[in-house]
C-alpha cells in the first residue's frame, strides 16, 4: 500500500470508537479492510510506533494511537518507544 | 457595523487538563480566566477561535487548508477531564458572511456544515469564554498539524479577510479573534516534552512588538528544528495577528513540566 493507508487505518481506529474497540479485540480481521501489506498490517497491529515514525506516518496518529490504546499515563512508554527513531518532520 | 474588539492568544495543551504527573497548573488555569475576564470585559458576543486540526477532525481523505464552521458546533470531541462537553452556540450568520466575503476575495474556504470541534477550539471555548452561551463560536481550522500546511503569510493574510468581514458586516457583533495554538512542543516525536524557551520567547517578542513578520519569515525548518512540529501553529496565532493587527501583551508564559508544551498566552490590542 503506501503510508496513506496507514495513515488511514489510523485515523479510523483513533477517530472511531467501533473500529478501535474491533481493532483491539481482533486487530488482524480489521487491518485486512485496508489493502496494507503484511509487514504494514504487522507493524500496526504490533504498536510498532518507531517504525511507522520512519516510514513517514504522521506522529500526530503515532502518538493518537498510542494514547487511545494504551491510554495517556502510557507517555513514557511511547517515548521509549520512539527513542531509537530519527524522525523530525510533521 | 460589527468590530473586532480584542484578540488573544493561547494554548491548548490538553495535558493541563489530564495532568497525569499531578502537577500544580493553577497558574496556567488562571491565564484562561484571565482571557474569560477580558472578554467579558470587552462586552464580546462572538469569538473567532482558529484552531489546528491534529488529525481528529479532518482525515487523509479530505486535508483542508482552511475551514471554517458555519452551521451547528459541538465539541470537543476528544474528552478533558474538566473541560465540559456538548452543542455550542454557534453565530451561522456571520460565519457564512466570513466565508463569502472571503470566496469573493479568493480564500477557498471549507465550510463546515456541522462540526464537533477538538480540544484546540474546544479549550477556548469552555475555559474562556462564558458558559451562559452569551458569547458565540465561530470555528476557524488552519492546517498546521498534518502535512499539507497552509502557509505562514497566507494565514496572516487570511486574518485580513476574516477582519475586512467582519467590518462588512451589517450587524453590532463585538467579535474577538483567538488564536490557539501552542510553543515550542513536540508532538509525537522522540523529543517529545522538549520544551525551548529560547523559541518561546522568539515568539512572543514578536507578539508584543507587534511584528507579524518576524514570524511569517520563519522557515518551516527552522521552526521543525527549534519549536517542534506543534510549534507550526504559529499560523493559528498569525491568523489572529492578521485580523486584530495591533501588538501584544503577554498573560503569561509557563514551560510548565507538566506537560509537553511552552504555554503563551497573550492579548492583542486592536489596531484600525
Not at chain 1, 3 to 14: C, P
Not at chain 1, 70 to 90: F, K, M, T, W
Not at chain 2, 200 to 218: F, Q, S, W, Y
Request: net charge negative; glycine share 12%.
Amino acid at each position: 500500500m503506501s503510508v496513506h493507508g496507514i495513515e488511514l487505518a489510523l485515523y479510523d481506529i483513533t477517530t472511531k470508537s467501533s473500529v478501535r474497540k474491533r481493532f483491539v479485540a481482533e486487530p488482524t480481521e480489521v487491518l485486512e479492510r485496508y489493502g496494507l501489506s503484511r509487514d504494514e498490517q504487522e507493524m500496526i497491529g504490533g504498536m510498532n510506533v518507531s517504525s511507522m515514525l520512519d516510514v513517514g506516518v504522521s506522529p500526530m496518529l503515532t502518538f493518537g494511537l498510542w494514547m487511545c490504546v494504551r491510554g495517556p499515563q502510557d507517555l513514557p512508554e511511547y517515548l521509549n518507544a520512539i527513542s531509537g527513531c530519527a524522525r523530525e518532520a510533521v | 457595523m460589527a468590530n473586532v474588539v480584542g484578540g488573544f492568544l493561547m494554548s491548548h495543551d490538553p495535558l493541563v487538563f489530564i495532568n497525569p504527573r499531578k502537577v500544580d497548573s493553577s497558574v496556567v488555569l488562571a491565564a484562561y480566566d484571565t482571557i474569560l475576564e477580558r472578554v467579558r470585559q470587552l462586552d464580546a458576543t462572538t469569538a473567532v477561535i482558529i484552531g489546528a486540526d491534529h488529525y481528529i477532525l479532518f482525515g487523509p481523505n479530505c486535508l483542508p487548508q482552511m475551514a471554517i464552521g458555519i452551521g451547528d458546533v459541538q465539541g470537543p470531541i476528544d474528552p478533558l477531564p474538566g473541560v465540559e462537553r456538548g452543542g455550542i452556540k454557534g453565530n451561522p450568520s456571520l460565519a457564512q458572511h466570513i466565508m463569502r466575503v472571503g470566496h469573493e476575495e479568493g480564500f477557498d474556504w471549507a465550510a463546515a456544515k456541522s462540526i464537533n470541534v477538538d480540544h484546540s477550539v474546544g479549550i477556548p471555548v469552555r475555559r474562556s469564554l462564558p458558559s451562559d452561551g452569551s458569547v458565540a463560536t465561530i470555528p476557524v481550522y488552519l492546517a498546521a498539524g498534518v502535512q499539507p500546511l497552509i502557509r505562514t503569510q497566507r494565514a496572516y493574510d487570511l486574518g485580513g479577510s476574516i477582519r475586512r468581514a467582519i467590518e462588512a458586516y451589517p450587524g453590532d457583533e463585538r467579535v474577538v479573534v483567538i488564536g490557539s495554538g501552542g510553543l515550542s512542543h513536540w508532538v509525537g516525536l522522540p523529543q517529545m516534552g522538549r520544551i525551548n524557551k529560547a523559541f518561546d520567547k522568539l515568539i512572543l517578542d514578536a507578539v508584543e512588538r507587534g511584528e507579524p513578520e518576524a514570524l511569517i519569515n520563519l522557515t518551516d525548518d527552522y521552526i521543525l528544528e527549534h519549536g517542534g512540529n506543534g510549534a507550526m501553529e504559529i499560523r493559528q496565532l498569525l491568523c489572529a495577528m492578521g485580523a486584530v493587527r495591533g501588538a501584544g501583551k503577554v498573560i503569561a508564559y509557563e514551560p510548565w513540566d507538566g506537560g509537553v508544551t511552552g504555554l503563551g498566552f497573550a492579548e492583542l490590542c486592536v489596531a484600525s
